[in-house]
């Protein structure tokens, strides 16, 4: 079993910056990684993506203002979050394509208008 630890969330004002971090317990290499985010009564939504390879995809809300990356020794996955806006105010989870999918626990990311 693997565990993703997320860390990094909390209050943010509007246009500020934050980061994330997802922490894998794991020696198995993790070929994709991604971030998605989750408002009460929606979908979760994926919004950036990365491979061993360092391809990523972002969804077109953050694009520009939101950078993925990783870090294959370690098992991390980041998101740096810029120019932060009020609908950027959701739970945020670290999903690792690892053993048919894994889930982190998630964490919270309000940003206050």
């Known amino acids: 079993q693997v565990w993703l630890v997320e860390s990094g969330g909390g209050l943010v004002e509007t246009g500020g910056s934050l980061t994330l971090s997802c922490a894998a317990s794991?020696?198995?290499?993790?070929?994709?990684m991604a971030w998605y985010r989750q408002t009460p009564g929606n979908e979760r939504e994926l919004i950036a993506s990365?491979?061993?390879?360092?391809?990523?995809n972002y969804a077109q809300s953050v694009k520009g203002r939101f950078t993925i990356s990783r870090d294959n020794t370690n098992r991390r996955v980041y998101l740096q979050m810029n120019s932060l806006k009020p609908e950027d105010t959701a739970v945020y989870y670290c999903?690792?394509?690892?053993?048919?999918?894994?889930w982190g626990q998630g964490t919270q990311v309000p940003v206050s208008s």
């Open positions: 794991t020696t198995h290499s993790i070929n994709y």
């Open positions: 999903y690792a394509e690892i053993y048919g999918g894994t």
């Open positions: 990365i491979t061993t390879g360092e391809i990523t």
